[in-house]
């Protein structure tokens, strides 16, 4: 029982690089969500997914892009990177208004 | 202002002790609430959910004032595995998003 996944679980890229994190659940949930973490700053919602095929802004949206074309997967892109986007970035999906589950999340760092 | 607040700590106290966490919110239409854990380096875990008339779970009780718009985390005989960051989640009545308030860190020690 896999639960959520993300991949990669580290990584560092270069200013104006491009990448994609994966987030996969297993659980048939329809709620998908993106947060970042950054020292002192809690977690942040970047974008969600309210159901296959849709996406919505969140708090801080901008540098990033999602999608959402299956149901069980969401992927959040960064198009160019920038050293202000290294962060520890956490997906988590849920029915609703319940628990939500997330994943180990994805150590980034841009230089 | 943020959304969620809560008082970012550490709050340091001796093993055994009494120890209370406060969030409060500011949207009047938010309508569930939570509380997680989250330890160093790992992904945030429900702790447990909030309820109108309160509730218990062992040595965590968790309260809502809904005409204060604060929620409350209280932990009794505290022990050393408690030491994490408790986290206050807020969801609204508009849509689904989980709304996080930045989190208390406590450690106890022996």
């Known amino acids: 029982n896999a639960g959520v996944t993300q991949t990669p679980k580290f990584r560092v890229l270069k200013t104006g690089q491009s990448m994609t994190l994966l987030c996969a659940q297993d659980?048939?949930?329809?709620?998908m969500y993106w947060y970042r973490q950054d020292p002192g700053m809690g977690l942040r919602l970047i974008h969600y997914?309210?159901?296959?095929?849709?996406?919505a802004k969140g708090e801080v949206p901008d540098g990033y892009n999602v999608s959402r074309l299956k149901k069980q997967n969401f992927l959040l892109g960064l198009e160019s990177a920038a050293p202000s986007q290294t962060s520890v970035y956490f997906c988590?999906?849920?029915?609703?208004?319940?628990?939500?589950?997330f994943g180990q999340g994805t150590r980034l760092t841009v230089v | 202002r943020k959304e969620v607040e809560q008082d970012p700590g550490p709050f340091n106290v001796p093993e055994g002790a009494t120890v209370a966490f406060n969030c409060t919110y500011s949207?009047?239409?938010?309508?569930?609430f939570f509380w997680y854990r989250q330890d160093c380096r790992k992904e945030p875990k429900l702790l447990m959910s909030?309820?109108?008339s309160g509730n218990e779970d062992g040595r965590f009780t968790a309260q809502l004032n809904r005409a204060s718009q604060y929620i409350s985390l209280l932990i009794r005989d505290s022990k050393l595995s408690d030491s994490a960051t408790y986290l206050c989640?807020?969801?609204?009545?508009?849509?689904?998003?989980?709304?996080f308030g930045g989190g208390t860190r406590l450690m106890v020690k022996p």
């Open positions: 988590a999906s849920s029915w609703g208004r319940i628990e939500a589950f």
């Open positions: 659980m048939n949930h329809e709620y």
């Open positions: 997914s309210v159901g296959e095929g849709t996406t």
């Open positions: 949207n009047s239409a938010s309508q569930s």
């Open positions: 909030v309820y109108s």
């Open positions: 989640v807020v969801i609204h009545n508009a849509g689904n998003m989980l709304t």
